[in-house]
C-alpha cells in the first residue's frame, strides 16, 4: 500500500524543498514547503497562501429529496438555504453528539455539494431513507484549492473568468480558468478573505498555474499544513479529532461533544422541523450546556517569570500544538486545552480549550499548564472573544 | 482661555508617540505636535513615486520592545512584523556567503567557506545569547547613576550587577572585550572567513562614525542576538507597509487611549516661565499651555533651539554641545522595473527575499571607512539592501519592485559641503558599487531618491542627519546619554522631559525611551 497523492502532485512535490509531508485522509500533502514555515503562515495574513484541499471529502446530493436529506442531517437550516450560498454546519448522531462538521453548498434547487473531515458515505445513506435522492462520492474526482489572504481577491480576479469581485462571504458563483470551469466559493479554513476552487482533477494542474502565475506580483505562497494549523486557531475554527473527538469513534460518553459544547450554537436550529439529534439537543438547552469551548491568552509576563527562574527567554514552539494540556482553576484542573500556538501576527499565545461552563465567562481567569525546562507550570490564561483574529475583509 | 494639556509631546517619532501612548493610558490629557504633515519622524513610509512606497529613512523594525507591543496593543492597530530572514554578501571572486532561516542551510554554507567557523558559529552564538540575555534588561531600565547614593540608583545598580554577576567568568570576560574591543578583532577570535568578519562587523558599525577597526564597535554585535531572544516573539523584521505602519499603529493606539495627534504643528520654542516648562509655541504662533512638556527631538535640537543656553546651567549646555552626532549614512531609494540578478546566484531566489549586504571583505568596510574620516564619502560605501516588495508586494505596483539601500559612509560634514551635483554623484557610487555585483541594476532603475544626511537633517529635524538622535557611541550611553546627571529622561528645566533617541537605550525603532520617559514623567507627578 502507498499513499494516494493529490492532482496537485505533480506541482507541490517539486516546490516542497523541506520534504515535510504529512498525511489527510490518506494522501499526502506538504507540512511545509519551505525548510520553515514562518513564511507561509505571513503569507496567509500579508498577501496570499495557496492550499491544495484536494483530500477533504466532497459529496454530490442530488435529487428531488436532496434538500430533505441534508435537512435531516445537518443542524442548520438548509430548506432556507439559497441557490449559491454555503452554510457551515455541524452534523450529530441521534444523542445530539458531533459526527463531524463541514460545509453544505447549494449549486441548485435540487444539488448540493457537502465536505467533511472523514468519510459519511455510510450516514448519509442510513438517513436517505425513503428519499429520492442520489449520493455521489466526488473525493477523488474533484480536486480544492484554498486561496486565502488579503491579495487573494485580486489574483482570482486577474485568474479566473467569472464575477469573483462581487461575491459575498459563503457565497459561491462559477467560472472558468483557461476554459476549465470551476466553482468558486468565498469560504476557507483561515478565518480571512479567501475562496475556495472546486474542479475536475483531470484538468487541475491549469488552474493551479493560472493561479500562481498571477499571483506572482502579488506575493502568493504555497502553503502547507503547518502555517493553516497556526491561521485556524486564530480565527478559532475547530478541528476534527483534534478538537473534538467525532461521535463515531469515540469509545466512551464524554468523549463526544455536542455543537453547543463546541461553541456552535449558532449553527443549531432547533426550530427547524426536524434533524438527527434535535430532541437531544433541546434536552441539553434545557438542562444546560455543561461545557464550553473557549479562546485562552496566555499571559506574557506569566510565561517570562516562569522561564526567568531558570535564567532562560521564553521560548514557545514554531508551530501549533495538537494536545491535551491541563486547564486549572483555583489551583484544580477544570479543563484541558487541545490547539494552541503563538500567533506570530497577534503576538499572543493562544488555545482554545475545553472548560466547564461556569469558567466559560470572557475575563475569567484560569490557568494554563506549560512545561518548563522538563518541569510542569502554570501560567496565566484568560478566556477571550474568539475569533482571536477576525479582519473586516474577511467579509467585506 | 487656551486649553491647557497634561502634556504635550513635541515631535511625533515612534518615542513621541509611544511616550504620548503611556501618559494617555494613565489617564492623562495629551496633545502631540509634529511638524511634518504626517507622523513617524524617521520612521515613514512614503509614496514617493506614483506607486512606489518606501520607508523614506529608517526601514526595519528593530528591538520594537514587546513590552510595548502588548501594553499598547500594537497589532490590533494594523503592526504585522513579516520576517527578514537572510542575508546575502556577495564577494569580489564572484562567490558569496549566505545566512538562511533554516540552520542545517547556513551552517552548510558556511562548511563552504570554512568547517570550523561553522562549528565556531554556534559556539559563538552560546555565548552572545548568554551575554545578550543578561544585557538586555538595560533596555528597559531608567539608567542609574553610578555616582549617586540615591537608594533607587544604588537598587538598581545592585540589580545590574547581579546580573552581570549571573554571567559566569568566561561570559563577564567577554562582556568586557565585546564593550572595549573593535568588532574586528573581537571576530578575530571567532572566525577566519574573512567575508563572514566584515557581514557581521558591518552590522555594528550602522549609522555611526567608526569603522570595523576601531575600538568599542564590538558591542552592537549583541544587538543582534537580543533580536534572537525575543524567539518566537520576533520583535525584529520588516514592518507590513513598511516602518510608517509602526508609526501609524502607535499613533492608532494613542489615539484610542484618548491622546489627541496634531500635524503640521512645529513647535518653535517651549515655554519658560520661573524655571519652569509651561507650555510651547508652534511656528504659526500659537501658544499651548501644559503642565508637562515633553521633547522626542534630539538633545541639541531641544536643548540649544527649542529652550536655549539662557535657560540652561552651563555645565549642562556645554555637555549638550559636546554630545556627538556626526550623521555618517545615507539612504538611497530606487523605484526598480524588474529585480536585480546577482553575479554570484543570478536570477530570482529566496536570497532577494532578505537583506543582501555589500561587505565583501573586511578591507573593503575600512577602506570605506576611510573615505569618511578624510572628510568624503565612500567611494565604494558598505551599503545594507533590501528589496521591500518582495517582502510585502503592496509596496510596489504589481510586478514592479522598490529596493531600499542603507548607505555608510557618507559624513553630514563632507568636505566642501553636500550640494546637488555632491548629492547626486553619492547616488552614481552607490548605483556603480552595487553595479559590480548586480550588473543588470543600472538598467531597471526606474526612479532614484538620495538622501544624504544633510537631506535627513532637513526632513526628519534629526541633528546633522544622525539616524540615532546623537552617536551610538559608549561615552554617549546609559547614564551619559545624552548628559551626567540628566539621562533620567528629565532635564535642568522643572517640567521639560526627553522621550527621543537622544535618551537611553537610543536608536532604533525600539520604542523603549519613549516609554521609560512617560514613567518618569508619572512618577513625579502620581
Not at chain 1, 174 to 199: A, H, N
Not at chain 2, 57 to 83: N, T
Request: with cysteine; proline share 6%; aromatic share 8%.
Amino acid at each position: 500500500m502507498t499513499l494516494k497523492t493529490t492532482p496537485f502532485h505533480a506541482r507541490t512535490a517539486p516546490l516542497c524543498v523541506s520534504q515535510a509531508w504529512r498525511r489527510w485522509a490518506g494522501h499526502v500533502v506538504a507540512s511545509s514547503y519551505e525548510m520553515v514555515h514562518e513564511r507561509e503562515y505571513h503569507a496567509i495574513r500579508s498577501s496570499a497562501a495557496l492550499f491544495d484541499v484536494s483530500p477533504l471529502y466532497k459529496y454530490s446530493i442530488t435529487g428531488k429529496d436532496a434538500e430533505r436529506l441534508l435537512d435531516r442531517v445537518v443542524t442548520r437550516n438548509v430548506a432556507k438555504q439559497k441557490i449559491g450560498q454555503v452554510l457551515y454546519t455541524p452534523w450529530c448522531d441521534a444523542d445530539g453528539k458531533i459526527i463531524d462538521d463541514g460545509t453544505v453548498s447549494r449549486l441548485a434547487e435540487r444539488e448540493f455539494r457537502l465536505t467533511s473531515a472523514d468519510p459519511n458515505i455510510r450516514w448519509l445513506h442510513l438517513n436517505a431513507a425513503g428519499l429520492d435522492v442520489r449520493i455521489a462520492d466526488v473525493t477523488e474526482p474533484l480536486a480544492a484549492l484554498s486561496l486565502q489572504g488579503p491579495n487573494a481577491r485580486e489574483i482570482l480576479t486577474q485568474a479566473v473568468e467569472g464575477d469573483v469581485a462581487s461575491l459575498k462571504f459563503f457565497r459561491l458563483t462559477q467560472g472558468s480558468v483557461r476554459g476549465t470551469p470551476i466553482g468558486i466559493s468565498r469560504t476557507g479554513y483561515t478565518g480571512d478573505l479567501g475562496y475556495e476552487l472546486w474542479m475536475d482533477a483531470a484538468k487541475a494542474l491549469p488552474v493551479w498555474d493560472a493561479i500562481m502565475g498571477a499571483g506572482e506580483a502579488y506575493g502568493i505562497v504555497p502553503c502547507g499544513m503547518l502555517a493553516l494549523d497556526m491561521a485556524r486557531i486564530e480565527a478559532g475554527l475547530m478541528l476534527l479529532e483534534v478538537d473534538y473527538v467525532s461521535a463515531h469513534h469515540a469509545l466512551i460518553e464524554r468523549q463526544k461533544s455536542s455543537p453547543f459544547e463546541m461553541n456552535l450554537a449558532w449553527t443549531v436550529d432547533l426550530a427547524k422541523p426536524w434533524f438527527v439529534g434535535q430532541g437531544a439537543l433541546r434536552a441539553e438547552v434545557d438542562r444546560g450546556v455543561e461545557w464550553k469551548f473557549v479562546g485562552l491568552d496566555i499571559d506574557w509576563n506569566a510565561l517570562e517569570r516562569l522561564y526567568d527562574a531558570v535564567r532562560l527567554p521564553p521560548k514557545l514552539p514554531l508551530a501549533a500544538w495538537r494536545v491535551s494540556v491541563p486547564i486549572f482553576a483555583f489551583g484544580r484542573q477544570v479543563g484541558y486545552a487541545t490547539s494552541g500556538c503563538w500567533s506570530p501576527l497577534l503576538k499572543k499565545y493562544i488555545a482554545l480549550a475545553h472548560v466547564p461552563a461556569r469558567f466559560a465567562a470572557l475575563g475569567t481567569e484560569l490557568e494554563m499548564e506549560v512545561t518548563v525546562e522538563h518541569f510542569r507550570r502554570r501560567a496565566l490564561a484568560r478566556v477571550v472573544k474568539t475569533p482571536f483574529f477576525d479582519p473586516e475583509r474577511k467579509r467585506a | 482661555m487656551a486649553t491647557t494639556w497634561d502634556a504635550i509631546v513635541i515631535g511625533g517619532g515612534h518615542n513621541g508617540l509611544v511616550n504620548a501612548a503611556y501618559l494617555a493610558r494613565a489617564g492623562r490629557k495629551v496633545l502631540v505636535c509634529e511638524r511634518r504633515p504626517r507622523v513617524g519622524g524617521a520612521a515613514v513610509t512614503e509614496e514617493i513615486f506614483p506607486g512606489f512606497k518606501f520607508s523614506m529613512f529608517s526601514y526595519v523594525v528593530s528591538l520594537l520592545r514587546p513590552e510595548i507591543i502588548r501594553d499598547l496593543e500594537l497589532p490590533k492597530h494594523g503592526l504585522h512584523i513579516l520576517p527578514l530572514e537572510s542575508t546575502l554578501t556577495p564577494m569580489e571572486n564572484g562567490d558569496y556567503l549566505a545566512s538562511w532561516p533554516d540552520h542545517d542551510d547556513t551552517r552548510r554554507e558556511l562548511m563552504r567557506h570554512s568547517p570550523r567557523d561553522a562549528e565556531a558559529y554556534d559556539e559563538y552564538g552560546r555565548l552572545m545569547h548568554h551575554m545578550a540575555h543578561a544585557v538586555r534588561p538595560i533596555l528597559a531600565m531608567t539608567p542609574p547613576d553610578p555616582t549617586s547614593l540615591d537608594p533607587r540608583d544604588l537598587l538598581t545598580l545592585a540589580k545590574l550587577g547581579g546580573h552581570m554577576r549571573g554571567l559566569g567568568a568566561e561570559q563577564f570576560h567577554a562582556l568586557f572585550k565585546l564593550m572595549t574591543m573593535s568588532a574586528a578583532d573581537f571576530l578575530d577570535e571567532w572566525f577566519e572567513t574573512d567575508v563572514l568578519k566584515a557581514t557581521k562587523s558591518a552590522s555594528g558599525i550602522i549609522g555611526t562614525f567608526l569603522g570595523p577597526r576601531s575600538p568599542g564597535s564590538a558591542y552592537v554585535l549583541l544587538h543582534h542576538y537580543m533580536g534572537e531572544l525575543d524567539g518566537v516573539f520576533r520583535a525584529w523584521g520588516f514592518a507590513k507597509g513598511g516602518t510608517g505602519s509602526v508609526s501609524e499603529s502607535i499613533a492608532g493606539a494613542a489615539r484610542r487611549l484618548g491622546a489627541t495627534i496634531r500635524t503640521d504643528a512645529g513647535v518653535t520654542k517651549v515655554l519658560i516661565a520661573d524655571g519652569r516648562a509651561r507650555g510651547v509655541v508652534l511656528e504659526s504662533g500659537e501658544e499651548i499651555l501644559a503642565r508637562t512638556v515633553v521633547s522626542g527631538l534630539d538633545p541639541r535640537r531641544t536643548f540649544m533651539e527649542l529652550v536655549g543656553e539662557e535657560a540652561l546651567p552651563e555645565e549642562f549646555s556645554a555637555d549638550i554641545r559636546r554630545f556627538k552626532f556626526r550623521g555618517s549614512s545615507a539612504k538611497v531609494n530606487l523605484a526598480l522595473d524588474a529585480l536585480p540578478s546577482f553575479t554570484c546566484l543570478p536570477g530570482f531566489g529566496p536570497h532577494l527575499r532578505g537583506a543582501m549586504s555589500i561587505s565583501p571583505s573586511m578591507d573593503y568596510v575600512e577602506r570605506a571607512y576611510d573615505d569618511a574620516k578624510h572628510g568624503e564619502f565612500s567611494r565604494q560605501p558598505y551599503m545594507d539592501i533590501e528589496i521591500p516588495s518582495l517582502i510585502d508586494p503592496g509596496m510596489a505596483p504589481p510586478g514592479k519592485h522598490v529596493m531600499s539601500i542603507f548607505v555608510q559612509y557618507a559624513p553630514y560634514a563632507v568636505r566642501g559641503g553636500w550640494t546637488d551635483a555632491k548629492r547626486e554623484a553619492l547616488g552614481d557610487a552607490v548605483v556603480n558599487a552595487l553595479a559590480r555585483f548586480a550588473p543588470n541594476i543600472k538598467d531597471i532603475i526606474l526612479h532614484r531618491q538620495v538622501l544624504t544626511p544633510l537631506d535627513i537633517e532637513r526632513i526628519t529635524g534629526l541633528t546633522e542627519g544622525n539616524i540615532f538622535s546623537g552617536e551610538l557611541a559608549l561615552h554617549q550611553l546609559f547614564f551619559l546619554r545624552p548628559a551626567p546627571g540628566y539621562a533620567k529622561y528629565r532635564s535642568p528645566v522643572k517640567g521639560l522631559y526627553q522621550c527621543g533617541s537622544g535618551t537611553h537605550p537610543g536608536g532604533g525603532i525600539m520604542g523603549a525611551s519613549g516609554r521609560l520617559a512617560a514613567m518618569a514623567i508619572l512618577e513625579d507627578h502620581a
